[in-house]
Each structure stands twice: as structure tokens, then as C-alpha cells.
């Protein structure tokens, strides 16, 4: 299977508008997001840089659709996030979007080639492509041979590999990576930045990436920072 089966899908604009997020507890309210104004185009590359309790998993779990907001809009595409039902949400983060996690998020009991092939199990395709997807991409990031280990049998810069190959295992048009590197050393952090990178420059998918490593953040081509709920100038 050739890269353009493997990725049918295009890149998605994302437009975030005057963003904000309350988090309620029975103590306190945590304002997370206060007022988020946030755009990328198709295909971009887009790295957030910001201090821990800034807000950067806040706004990626909004624009994922794993949380709601407490007001503001959020579009990707043609779709208005903020306002799709909940079962609207189970399709766009099963075949629209691609997370990948810092502890990247793999069956543990399940082989690599086991845990590509859930995903796209769970969205309906056939036994056939799912196993010739899974192929695919574990070659695409460079463990054509390590399908049958399970993630205790990888090293950690492997295990986020595979991470990365579960997010596009549906072929989706964004990719969402929070924190990806902060459990890798730094040889590993510059092979997953430089992945996730390739993916929007040479598959044209919308990549945005947050993180608190510099080393990392300065790969991207695109740069912003956040502070304590929104974006500000950067230092430079
Ligand atoms: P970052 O990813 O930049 O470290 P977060 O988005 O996780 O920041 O958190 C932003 C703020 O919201 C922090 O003050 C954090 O403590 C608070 N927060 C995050 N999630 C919750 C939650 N589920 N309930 C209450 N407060 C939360
Ligand atoms: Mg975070």
C-alpha cells in the first residue's frame, strides 16, 4: 500500500474565537481559558509553548472535542465544535482528529500491530485494510518490524512511534500532540518532533503540537506562547 491510500484526507483550517473554559469544583473556579483567539490553516505545522497550568491541554481537549467550552466557537472545517452533539463528537475524534499524549496511550496488553488496528476496527472498515492500514503504518514510522512486540517490549521514542501511528490510523486531518516528547530523551524528542512535523509537510495534515521544551518548540515553523489562559508576544 502506497503513501497516497494511506492518507486520503487534507489538512483542516482551525479557527478558534474568544475561547474560555471554567473548570467548577466544589472548592474553587479555575479559569483555564479566558478568551482564546487562535487560528492555523490546512497543512500547517503549529507549536504552543507555555508553563505548566497555562492552559495548553485545555485548548487542545476543546478542539479535540473531549471537553466542552464554557463559551467561544471553535471551528475545523466546516464543523462548529462548540455546538456538534455528543454523538457528533464520538465520529469527529474517532476519524476527524489524531491525539497523540505524553504517556502515549497504547493497549498494554496488546501487540503494536493489535493497538493500530482497534481504531479503525472501531470505525467500521474491513478485516483486510485494517491489517494492510496497520502495515502501513508501522513502516511509515520506521517499525515495519516490531509489529508483534507489545508496548512493554518498546523502547520509549518506539512506543511514541506507534503512538503517532494510532492517530492516523483513521486517516484523520488533524493531528493534536500534547506534550509528545516530555517522556523521551532528547535524541528521541527531535526524531518524534521532526515525525510529527513531516506529516504536515509532506502528507498535508494540520499538526499542532504543545509543549514546554524549547528544543522542541523550535523545530516548528510556526511558534506561539501561552500564559496563564491566553496568548501572549513572544520573547525573543
Ligand atoms: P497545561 O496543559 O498548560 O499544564 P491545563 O490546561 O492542564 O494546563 O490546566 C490549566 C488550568 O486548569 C490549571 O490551573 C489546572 O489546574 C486547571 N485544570 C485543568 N483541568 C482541570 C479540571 N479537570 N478540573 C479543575 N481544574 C482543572
Ligand atoms: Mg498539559
Known sequence: MDNVTL???QGVDINVS????VYKTAAEEVSALKGVDFSVKSGQAVAIMGPSGCG???LMNLIGGVDNPTSGNISVGDQEISTTTERGLEQYRLLKVGFVFQFFNL???MTAFENLELPMMVAGKEEAECRERAHALLDLVGLAHKGEKRPDQLSGGEQQRVGIALALANDPQLLLADEPTGNLDEKNATNITQLLLSLAEQNGKTV???SHDPKCIAQ???TYAMRDGNFVAQES
Open 7 to 9: 492518507f486520503a484526507n
Open 18 to 21: 474568544n475561547l474560555t473554559k
Open 56 to 58: 495548553k491541554s485545555t
Open 107 to 109: 493497549v498494554p496488553t
Open 208 to 210: 499542532v503540537m504543545v
Open 220 to 222: 516548528f515553523p510556526i
